[in-house]
């Protein structure tokens, strides 16, 4: 039994909450909610009234090849972006946690990432990889053919990964670094006294007592990468030959370009429920046995 004073500590501490707790609401579970209903309905063209189709939205995803064909990018762009970061920003983190003249240089060159914005930064990586651009320039010097990076099916997703792990790999350093800080030098210390060397050491210590913080890091660096929009949307539109068209742009084109918003709708909640199902398979695969 709950004694007046305790009722009157979790009012308190609950009234603390609210404020947060609304805004969780409004913010996130009333859109979530909003998209689902979404999905049930469809537009009549005519009068521009919302009719009760049921799952007719979710059963007319099997047959459309545009959207099967952007499922099977966003999961290509994932395979290829996720282990990419996650490598380089260990790499990262390794050097500028070692102790070396012009660390500190090193250090604040790894973070400008992070003082750019995406859509700047994809603006910058469009003037480089353009026909006229730096990229063209350095291969024109070295006598290589140049290449029309953003017009090519092989090349433009390559670019997307770019400039998302340009931006992406110094914010997971960061996660990654404070791992690396949180392991004690006494270990280290004996690893040395044992004989062991430097891969020997990353591989058996380093990599193991990172576990928790790489599992972090692949699980939020995954939620971001399936929501990848901007650097498609603002350089690609999809293309070409829809070697770009990901799965939140092709939500994007049928609700607001198409106007089919229940069939958009039906896109987003589909990709919701991809990822939390790959966010359960990665928290049942790669979580400690303890």
Same mark, same amino acid.
């Given at each position: 039994? #709950?004694t007046?004073r305790s009722?009157? &500590?979790n009012?308190?501490?609950?009234?603390?909450l609210?404020?947060?707790? *609304?805004?969780?609401? @409004?913010?996130? @579970?009333?859109?979530?909610?909003n998209?689902i /209903? %979404? !999905?049930f309905?469809?537009s009549?063209y005519i009068t521009?009234?919302?009719i009760f189709v049921?799952?007719k939205?979710?059963?007319d +995803?099997?047959t459309d090849?545009s959207?099967?064909?952007?499922?099977?990018?966003? $999961?290509?762009?994932?395979?290829?972006i996720?282990p990419f %970061?996650i490598?380089? !920003? $260990?790499? =990262?983190a390794?050097?500028?946690? %070692?102790?070396?003249?012009?660390r500190?240089?090193?250090?604040?060159?790894f973070?400008?990432?992070?003082? &750019?914005?995406l859509?700047?930064?994809t @603006?910058y990586?469009? @003037?480089?990889?353009r026909p006229?651009?730096?990229?063209n320039f #350095?291969?024109?010097?070295?006598?290589?053919?140049?290449?029309n990076?953003?017009?090519?099916?092989?090349?433009?997703?390559? $670019?997307?990964?770019?400039i998302a792990?340009?931006?992406? *790999?110094?914010f997971?350093m960061?996660?990654i670094?404070a791992g690396?800080q949180?392991i004690?030098?006494?270990i280290y210390?004996?690893?040395?006294?044992e004989?062991?060397g430097p891969?020997?050491t990353?591989f058996?210590?380093?990599?193991?007592?990172?576990?928790?913080t790489?599992l972090f &890091?692949?699980?939020?660096?995954?939620?971001a990468?399936f929501? =990848?929009?901007?650097p498609?949307?603002?350089?690609t539109?999809?293309g070409?030959?829809?070697s770009?068209?990901? +799965?939140m742009y092709e939500?994007?084109?049928?609700?607001?370009m198409? /106007?089919?918003?229940?069939?958009g709708?039906?896109?987003v909640?589909?990709?919701l429920?991809?990822?939390i199902?790959i966010?359960?398979f990665?928290?049942?695969?790669?979580?400690?046995?303890?």
């Amino acid at each position: 039994m #709950l004694t007046d004073r305790s009722w009157r &500590v979790n009012i308190k501490a609950y009234s603390f909450l609210l404020p947060a707790l *609304c805004l969780i609401f @409004i913010f996130r @579970i009333a859109p979530i909610a909003n998209v689902i /209903g %979404q !999905s049930f309905l469809r537009s009549d063209y005519i009068t521009r009234a919302k009719i009760f189709v049921g799952i007719k939205n979710y059963m007319d +995803l099997f047959t459309d090849r545009s959207f099967w064909n952007s499922v099977w990018v966003t $999961i290509k762009l994932n395979l290829i972006i996720n282990p990419f %970061q996650i490598s380089i !920003s $260990i790499i =990262m983190a390794l050097l500028i946690s %070692q102790k070396f003249r012009g660390r500190l240089f090193y250090r604040a060159l790894f973070f400008i990432p992070l003082g &750019v914005s995406l859509p700047v930064t994809t @603006i910058y990586f469009s @003037i480089v990889f353009r026909p006229g651009g730096v990229m063209n320039f #350095l291969l024109n010097a070295l006598n290589m053919p140049i290449q029309n990076f953003l017009n090519s099916p092989h090349w433009a997703l390559w $670019i997307v990964i770019i400039i998302a792990s340009w931006k992406g *790999c110094s914010f997971w350093m960061i996660f990654i670094l404070a791992g690396l800080q949180n392991i004690p030098d006494d270990i280290y210390e004996a690893s040395r006294l044992e004989g062991a060397g430097p891969f020997r050491t990353f591989f058996s210590l380093t990599l193991p007592l990172l576990s928790k913080t790489i599992l972090f &890091v692949l699980v939020t660096d995954t939620a971001a990468n399936f929501m =990848m929009f901007i650097p498609v949307f603002m350089l690609t539109r999809g293309g070409p030959d829809n070697s770009t068209n990901v +799965l939140m742009y092709e939500a994007y084109k049928t609700t607001f370009m198409q /106007g089919d918003m229940g069939h958009g709708m039906a896109m987003v909640v589909f990709l919701l429920a991809m990822l939390i199902s790959i966010l359960l398979f990665q928290f049942m695969f790669l979580r400690d046995k303890d």
